[in-house]
């Protein structure tokens, strides 16, 4: 019986040869993909080889050991070199392309590239979209099926969460719930993308925006304006239309902590929950699906996914909104800070809210 990567090694020159024709190992476990008419060579785990074709209990079972491989045994040490080879640029962190010229950096594991199958490209090897996108958004070249697994792991944990308010009090959960979400959030980004240290930010948007501060205020504030009065507008119009169960039922009044320690219930609902919730849907999901179907598709998919996790159909039109907004706001300034203010700030008015008692 052959072991899992071996069934999973055909699949290389299968894909190869259909794609465009070109000779392949087919001994190699190495996956060649053409996106947007750029041959990428990958190297792939069972989880995306094995237990794509042929899910049995021996795939299985060598999906899981490579999993606690990546995390038990791979070096903690970045592989790329610390100097640019083209103009000699020092590097920070493992990064794919010199952020000075742009040559993509290869690390000593790494296949050379294989040609380009007829689309435009720019020097650097790259199609004309996928540069355009870098240029905006920074390195950060996975697909949409990083944020498709992220998605399935991160749904169940949400529901098992949710299921904290029937153990602890209200408040309490709150808290608890926020911060482990948080946690399990940014875990899955770095599992699923990097698995290496010190990482880089600039790959999840975390960068400065890449216009004035006085044009990110601008910006930012009508995002978070065109937000609130989207709210009101719905809530009018599902209150005209007499689809009371479209309207978003009011914030528990026991939902922060009590006294002095609603702080912490602030700091968990406007500070901790909207950096993570923009690093996983707009650094990490938005990015793969915009590196996958383009920037327009991608927003759209992302705010779609963005709204449809939190649960509540009253919120859905409202959340798909604000996702909207905050997609484009990461396009448009290159950065995700901009969008995690003014999530903070439309999560921190609902928070002073329950707070004050209005």
């Known amino acids: ?126 199609s004309t979209q996928n540069w355009a996108i870098r240029q905006r958004l920074g390195d950060g070249e996975w697909g949409f099926r990083p944020p498709v697994l992220g998605l399935l792991a991160l749904v169940p944990t949400a529901i098992l969460v949710s299921l904290l308010a029937l153990l602890l009090p209200l408040p309490t959960a709150t808290v608890v719930a926020a911060v482990t979400l948080a946690v399990f959030q940014l875990g899955l980004v770095w599992i699923l993308t990097t698995r290496s240290w010190p990482i880089e930010p600039a790959w999840f948007g975390l960068r400065k925006p890449r216009m004035a501060r006085w044009r990110v205020a601008v910006a930012s504030l009508a995002a978070l304006g065109a937000s609130l009065g989207a709210i009101q507008l719905y809530v009018i119009a599902a209150t005209f239309l007499g689809l009371d169960f479209l309207i978003p039922a009011d914030l528990p009044e026991d939902l922060v902590l009590p006294g002095a320690l609603a702080i912490f219930s602030i700091i968990a609902l406007a500070v901790i929950t909207p950096v993570a919730e923009e690093i996983f849907f707009r650094g990490f999901v938005l990015r793969g699906f915009v590196n996958r179907w383009g920037v327009v598709p991608g927003i759209i998919l992302s705010a779609v996914v963005f709204a449809g996790l939190h649960f509540q159909p009253s919120i859905i039109i409202p959340v798909f909104i604000t996702g909207l907004l905050l997609g484009y706001l990461y396009w448009h300034t290159g950065s995700i800070w901009p969008g995690v203010g003014v999530h903070a700030g439309q999560n921190l008015i609902a928070t002073l809210g329950v707070v004050i008692g209005y």
């Open 1 to 126: 019986m052959r072991s899992a990567s071996e069934v999973s090694r055909p699949l290389a020159a299968a894909t190869l040869k259909k794609a465009c024709s070109l000779p392949a190992d087919p001994e190699s476990s190495d996956i060649f993909t053409c996106v947007a008419g750029q041959f990428t060579a990958r190297r792939i785990m069972s989880l995306r080889a094995s237990l794509w074709r042929m899910p049995t209990p021996l795939a299985i079972w060598d999906c899981a050991w490579d999993i606690l491989s990546i995390l038990a045994l791979r070096p903690m040490i970045p592989m790329t070199p610390s100097h640019c080879s083209q103009c000699n640029a020092r590097l920070r962190g493992p990064v794919n392309f010199c952020p000075t010229c742009g040559a993509r950096i290869l690390s000593e594991a790494e296949p050379p590239m294989p040609p380009t199958c007829g689309a435009a490209s720019d020097p650097a090897g790259m």
